[in-house]
C-alpha cells in the first residue's frame, strides 16, 4: 500500500511495510505539475501480464510491485487489492503512470484533483 501526502507544489509517495522491498523502492516524490490526470481504476492492476519486471516482484492474483515496461514506458505498481487501485498519469518524468493501492481511494482522488487544479 502507498500512502499519498501533498506537501507544497509535490507529492510524496510513501511504500509502506513490506512492499518497500517487493517494490525494491521506498519513495516517489512527484511534482504536482506532472501530474497529467488521477482516477480510481481497477482495470489496470487486474490479470497477470504488467510489463516486463524491471525489477520488481508479481505473484500473480496477490501481488504486484515495482517497475515494469509497457509499450508506452515505465509504470509503477504496488497493489495487492485491485478495488483501491488509483492510476496517475505523468508527464516529464521517468514513470509514465503510477498503479498504486491506497487505504481510500475516492479521498486520494479528490485531493490530488484538488492540488493540480480543477479540470484536469
Known amino acids: 500500500m502507498v ?9 510524496h509517495f510513501e511504500v509502506e511495510g513490506w512492499d518497500k522491498l517487493w517494490a525494491l523502492k521506498s519513495r516517489l516524490e512527484i511534482p504536482l505539475a506532472h501530474i497529467t490526470s488521477v ?11 504488467h ?12 501481488l504486484t510491485a515495482g ?3 509497457q509499450h508506452d514506458g515505465f509504470v509503477f505498481y504496488d497493489v495487492h487489492d485491485p478495488e483501491n487501485t488509483v492510476v496517475i498519469e505523468l508527464a516529464h518524468e521517468h514513470y ?3 498503479v498504486i493501492e ?3 481511494p475516492d ?4 485531493t490530488l484533483r ?7
Do not use: N
Open 102 to 104: 491506497v487505504a481510500s
Open 39 to 49: 482516477r480510481a481504476d481497477p482495470e489496470p492492476a487486474r490479470g497477470w501480464w
Open 96 to 98: 509514465q503512470r503510477l
Open 3 to 11: 500512502d499519498v501526502v501533498v506537501e507544497g507544489d509535490r507529492v
Open 51 to 62: 510489463g516486463l519486471r524491471l525489477p520488481g516482484t508479481q505473484i500473480p492474483g496477490l
Open 107 to 110: 479521498h486520494v482522488v479528490a
Open 114 to 120: 484538488s492540488a493540480i487544479g480543477i479540470g484536469r
Open 67 to 69: 517497475s515494469f515496461y
